[in-house]
């Protein structure tokens, strides 16, 4: 297997995530947290990416946007609904309910960044991953990352982009959407603020008017505030600042205060919204950070079947909280949800699309499709719909590893590419072992057989202690199809991989 997972190539603890939210099952030490079971009705702010329209789909919930007229609140150039685009992050204000439908009464846009891009490092295709800098602000854009305008592998210094997305733990960001701007596409640009740019003020000089946020230097004599005023300005405070570039120098036409004000702090309203995690569960408190927002975990908080508990939110995990908003501006998890792809498989479709259930096997796995899955073609620009996938063309799916209680599993897909080379008869696949018998071993619900397998870095012995200890070791594998039943050829621990 040549792929890595996005945590590993953002600097994240590979050994931490891989024996943690993947080998990990069961209740967290000292508590007695349930396996979330399905959503949770509110009141209040959505927060997330866009993965569907129709009505829009925010986290999973199908919101019903005719009250609006299809107008669409902020400052960025896109107005109407019909201008956004899957990936975006949005806010939608309004009530959800447990059976996945919503009534939206307000949406709002914001981009993260906006002006022309560094490329730092190009895509990889092995890694699904990619680096570039704006207005000095370093960007990871990833197999999740939508790309609207040029296929990823054509981004150029130079073009000139907005990013929707979140600000990691280290102050970098990881891209949820990248769209170039065009001639076509003039009008869903703000021409007053060009450019946009967010982050920590690092350096402040009060008597010419500027700051820097990093490498950036902001004249701000001449900016309009807003729920900020000028004398807020410090080192440290976190800001948004829109306007244009003149000799190098950002000249600030408007400041406020960075994204953390999509956030709503209403004690009698319900938030859900999706992050990575900036600071790790503290045990002692029993909160973390994430989007700006401290987030308490109680015993009565759900966690999804992929995370054992709170031990498991290390930093820049991403993650989907639902929950309460508390009159002292923390917020009570009632749910806490992976949303960072943990598995992977790479093969041909082998089986019929069940429609009714918006599930197929691909290499044998079954893949369970939701309304937060982004289907695409490999030059990530082009979305496709399920029946798309009706095709003897090579997929990738990336997502999250689910288990019932019975031992069966299946790969619910965040993301699937559509290759443009045909399928052959070699798969591969990426996650964890929940059973194994002898030569029979279970991998994302998929029963494979080590009949003269290779090995590699570890003995089959070995591997087999680990499961019988309770462990549920991540594993790639390359695997086929007999005629009767999947073999494997080369099977290796995740973390041992070096390409």
Known sequence: MKRNLFYRSIGLTASTLALGILSACGGGAGTSLDVADGGIRGTGSSVGPVSGFGSVFV????????????????????????????????????????????????????????????????????????????????????????????????????????????RLPNGEFRASFLGLRSSSNLDDFDDFNEVELEGDISSINTSDETFNIGSQLIFYGGAEFTDLAREDLAVGVSVEVEGNLVGGVLQANEIERDDFRRYTLDDEGDIEFVGPVASAYNSSNEIFTINGLTVRVTPETEFDDALSGPEQLVPGLLVQVEGDFESDGTITAEEIELREADSEVEA???????????????????????????????????????????????????????????????????????????????????????EMVDDRIRVLGLDLYAVDADFDGIQQSELQALVDAGQQPVVEVEYRFNGARYEIEEIELEEDDND
């Open 59 to 166: 986290n999973g919930v199908k919101f019903d946007t005719d009250s609006l007229g299809g107008s669409v609140g902020g400052d960025d150039g896109l107005a109407a609904e019909s201008r956004l685009q899957t990936g975006m992050v949005l806010e939608v204000q309004g009530e959800w309910f447990t059976d996945g439908t919503g009534e939206a009464s307000g949406l709002t846009y914001d981009d993260t960044l906006r002006g022309e891009i560094l490329i730092i490092q190009p895509w990889d295709i092995i890694t699904k991953t990619a680096v570039i800098e704006i207005l000095g602000r370093t960007v990871h854009i990833d197999g999740q990352t939508v790309i609207k305008g040029k296929a990823v592998v054509n981004l150029a210094n130079g073009d000139f982009v907005r990013i929707s997305g979140w």
């Open 348 to 434: 041909a479709r082998t089986s019929e699309i069940d429609y009714s259930s918006s599930q197929l096997r691909i290499g044998g796995v079954l893949v369970q499709v939701s309304s937060l899955t982004i289907i695409t073609d490999d030059d990530d620009e082009t979305r496709l719909a399920l029946r798309d996938l009706q095709t003897s063309l090579e997929l990738t799916v990336d997502g999250v590893d689910r288990f019932n209680s019975d031992g069966s599993g299946y790969l619910e897909a965040l993301v699937i590419e559509r290759g443009d080379d045909a399928a052959d008869g070699e798969y591969e696949l990426t996650g964890r072992i929940t």
